[in-house]
């Protein structure tokens, strides 16, 4: 069965670096999403990627995040400038017809930042 | 404000029981409803979608009112591997949206022996 692949699996860094987390959403799906769930807190959507470009974003994607689909595979969360805050699990989720559809989410990167 | 509610729980009930999750949702506008599965520190991972007539999957049942913007999910004869939290989501369903999931913080189950 095909499934959202998510890499690392856990990241660690010092307050103020970058980091990039790496999505592989299932081969057919065209909408990619990225949310955050903070520990003991509810999913939240950040961002959402269509036709390589943003559809929509929340409060929480301010200009300390960036998205990009580098190549046919790969889609990416950048946050430029770590903050203590921004310590979380990172989901990326794919579906195959975006307003309706199911998404299916990815294992998470768990987010650490010292 | 979109918000998605539910009851936090936790449940805990007896092997065999029935178990019922609520949801209310604010936004009239959402198009589709889901019931999500999530582990302790694990990604959400679907358990039905929800249609207003109903669905039913082996011992999951979910059920959604438009009316009341109220969403179910029942399982019955609940088994250990049951044990988790379990999320309501819902789309933000304004025009022009790719279906931005709102999430409830979701309601822990536990089920003993």
């Known amino acids: 069965e095909p499934e959202v692949t998510q890499t690392p699996s856990h990241q660690v860094t010092q307050m103020g670096q970058e980091v990039i987390l790496r999505c592989v959403p299932i081969?057919?799906?065209?909408?990619f999403y990225w949310y955050r769930q903070i520990l003991g807190q509810k999913v939240e959507f950040l961002v959402s990627f269509y036709n390589n470009e943003i559809s929509e974003k929340s409060e929480i994607f301010d200009d300390q995040f960036s998205v990009e689909r580098p190549d046919g595979s790969n889609f990416t969360l950048k946050i430029r400038s770590t903050k203590l805050e921004d310590s979380a699990m990172y989901f990326c989720?794919?579906?195959?017809?975006?307003?309706?559809?199911?998404?299916?989410f990815g294992p998470g990167t768990r987010l650490t930042v010292l | 404000r979109k918000e998605v509610e539910q009851d936090p729980g936790p449940f805990n009930v007896p092997e065999g029981a029935t178990v019922a999750f609520n949801c209310t949702y604010s936004?009239?506008?959402?198009?589709?409803f889901f019931w999500y599965r999530q582990d302790c520190r694990k990604e959400p991972k679907l358990l039905m979608s929800v249609y207003s007539s109903g669905n039913e999957d082996g011992r999951f049942t979910a059920q959604l009112n438009r009316a009341s913007q109220y969403i179910s999910l029942l399982i019955r004869d609940s088994k250990l591997s049951d044990s988790a939290t379990y999320l309501c989501a819902v789309n933000n369903g304004y025009g022009g949206s790719q279906g931005n999931l709102i999430f409830g913080k979701g309601t822990k189950l536990s089920v003993k022996p």
């Open positions: 936004n009239s506008a959402s198009q589709s």
């Open positions: 081969s057919n799906h065209l909408y």
């Open positions: 989720a794919s579906s195959d017809r975006g307003l309706t559809d199911t998404q299916y």
